[in-house]
């Protein structure tokens, strides 16, 4: 099969032309890949943030393909099946954290496209118990980036509680979903981009957004939440300064860069800064009938697979509208 290759940190991916299909071991499938999106994360594991991949790796953790493979004692899924592939590859199922519902938390968790090969190739494998059914609504290149830029995004507005003035700091991947799921649920959306980036503040108030702005301004009316999904630590004490007393300010990305030093009257008040970790299988499943009902719409920049550093260069430039999905 052809595959992408991440051989070493801070280098292109390479091509291979030629890579031997992945077999299925036990309660895993082996997926033909029709869509593999591709994620802010996956850019912090090839510059080199992001520090414990295998190597050699192929990247990619938001896979949609066909089952073509089951191996042994696979009881779920059945030739044929239609699947999406997310970040959670594998859990223990045994420690604390997995047996009070937290197994985004587990301290043995691998994650698909970093510990466990991933999604930019032809073929993948899976564990069964990880996959996702994708909702028939919605075509391959539509579903990809549902099952992480969707999915964190998800899981982030649940952790921001019920706020009904909420700020989206970085509209991109997953601001461009969380959005849709916030506005189905009556919440008014403030957006947040680069000051100079009237066309995510123009794409943000395409989908509803009451008012759209640079991250250096402060909105209108206090916010009582604000999901921050770029990955700069400024936005903290940005964010913090923009929301009501008692509100959450939640960092949904994997990587940040340092938050400088803030005054302590910014976050007096009962305000509270969390991140969010990861996903469990709970939240995809709610997530995903939740984006079927709705429906959710994503905005794709589709590549052909060999394009990969191309579609990452542009994700890095902030110059994707939407979410780019590699093609196979
Ligand atoms: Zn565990
Ligand atoms: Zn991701």
């Known amino acids: 099969m052809r595959a992408m290759i991440l051989e070493s940190a801070r280098k292109p991916l390479r091509l291979d032309e030629n890579k031997a299909l992945p077999q299925p071991g036990k309660r895993q499938v082996q997926i033909r890949i029709c869509a593999c999106g591709v994620c802010r994360t996956d850019l912090h594991v090839v510059d080199g943030e992001l520090m414990q991949p295998k190597l050699p790796l192929v990247p990619g953790h938001e896979i949609v393909g066909i089952v073509t493979v089951l191996g042994e004692k696979v009881a ?18 045994k420690c604390a954290y997995c047996k009070s519902g937290r197994e985004n938390l587990c301290a043995g968790a691998r994650f698909t496209g970093y510990q466990i090969d991933g999604g930019y190739a032809e073929y993948t494998v899976a564990d069964e118990r990880f996959c996702f059914p994708i909702p028939a609504g919605f075509t391959d290149v539509e579903a990809a980036p549902l099952l992480c830029a969707g999915l964190i995004g998800y899981r982030a507005l649940r952790l921001a509680g019920d706020a009904p003035r909420l700020g989206l700091y970085g509209f991109g991947a997953a601001a461009h979903i969380a959005i849709q799921v916030a506005r189905y649920r009556g919440q008014r959306v403030y957006a947040f981009t680069k000051p100079a980036d009237t066309a995510g503040q123009a794409f943000a108030r395409e989908l509803g957004a009451v008012w759209a702005s640079g991250s250096d301004a402060l909105p209108p009316e206090p916010l009582d939440a604000a999901l921050i999904f770029a990955p700069a630590g400024e936005l903290v004490p940005a964010a913090l300064r923009a929301t009501a007393k008692g509100g959450t300010v939640v960092c949904a990305g994997i990587h940040m860069t340092d938050i400088p030093s803030f005054p302590y009257n910014i976050l007096w008040e009962e305000r509270v800064v969390r991140s969010v970790a990861n996903l469990t299988r709970s939240d995809g499943d709610e997530f995903l009938a939740i984006a079927a009902k709705i429906p959710v719409r994503t905005t794709t920049s589709p590549f052909p697979l060999s394009d990969a550093n191309e579609a990452l260069k542009q994700l890095r430039d902030g110059t994707i509208k939407g979410a780019a999905v590699l093609v196979p």
């Open 76 to 93: 779920n899924i059945r030739l044929g099946d239609r699947v999406g592939v997310p970040w959670l590859g594998w859990t223990c199922g």
